[in-house]
């Protein structure tokens, strides 16, 4: 199946320092990609929709100014999450679909802790 | 809207033994659906899909389900469950490539 990477896999930060996690798609191009966000032993949440050449859409709740997607290439989304706090500690998942079908392609996910 | 209901929020299986993991799901339109595997701390693997056509899907790693639009069901099973199955399972209905998932289910194989 498609490969989708995300970087870093692990990523631990003070408190009001702002983190980047990149999505790529390795071997095919994704126009839009998607993020999640998951708490310990609950289920994805989706955040945005991350469309290349165009705004990213949020998801009712998630505060736009707080967590910047940027769809910088056909291959490669970025989530920023501004000014994190404790309460941002998750684990955020990207995922693309190939296009064709409606099969979403996740990647590893990105742990990320506020201190 | 799209939603789906994971019945069972935790599963114990012995070694051997029959799987099965229920999802529910509503829908206005003609679903598509999902069954994702996770293990810890890793992303998402698909094991299987329906969209059209044959309601009997196979999947991997032995795992199948059935669409049963009259029951607006898509449980997962898997005949034999083995050691490497303990994980936690997730349905999910699509909506325009937007994802909608259940609360999941943990798989716990008992030796």
């Known amino acids: 199946g498609a490969v989708v990477s995300q970087h870093p896999s692990r990523v631990i930060c003070k408190s009001g320092t702002s983190v980047k996690i990149e999505c790529r798609s390795l071997?095919?191009?994704?126009?839009?990609m998607f993020w999640y966000r998951q708490f310990p032993k609950q289920s994805l949440m989706l955040m945005a929709t991350?469309?290349?050449?165009?705004?990213?859409?949020?998801e009712q709740g998630v505060e736009k100014d707080k967590f910047l997607i940027n769809h910088a290439s056909l291959t490669l989304s970025t989530l920023t999450v501004t000014s994190a706090h404790p309460e941002d500690s998750s684990f955020y998942i990207c995922?693309?679909?190939?296009?064709?079908?409606?099969?979403?392609?996740f990647g590893p996910g990105t742990r990320l802790t506020v201190l | 809207a799209q939603s789906v209901t994971q019945l069972g929020s935790h599963v114990s299986v012995s070694e051997g033994a029959l799987v099965l993991l229920r999802c529910n799901y509503s829908?206005?339109?003609?679903?598509?659906l999902f069954w994702y595997v996770q293990y810890p701390n890793q992303g998402l693997q698909l094991l299987l899909k329906?969209?059209?056509?044959?309601?009997l899907v196979k999947g991997i790693n032995g795992f199948e389900a059935e669409f049963k639009k009259s029951e607006t069901s898509f449980h997962l099973t898997k005949p034999s469950a083995h050691m490497s199955d303990a994980a936690e399972y997730f349905c999910?209905?699509?909506?325009?490539?937007?994802?909608?998932f259940g609360a999941g289910t943990t798989v716990t194989v008992r030796a």
């Open positions: 995922s693309a679909p190939t296009g064709y079908t409606d099969t979403q392609y």
């Open positions: 071997d095919f191009q994704a126009t839009t």
């Open positions: 991350s469309n290349e050449g165009s705004k990213a859409t949020y």
């Open positions: 829908s206005s339109v003609p679903p598509y």
């Open positions: 329906y969209t059209t056509g044959a309601t």
């Open positions: 999910a209905v699509s909506n325009d490539y937007k994802l909608s």
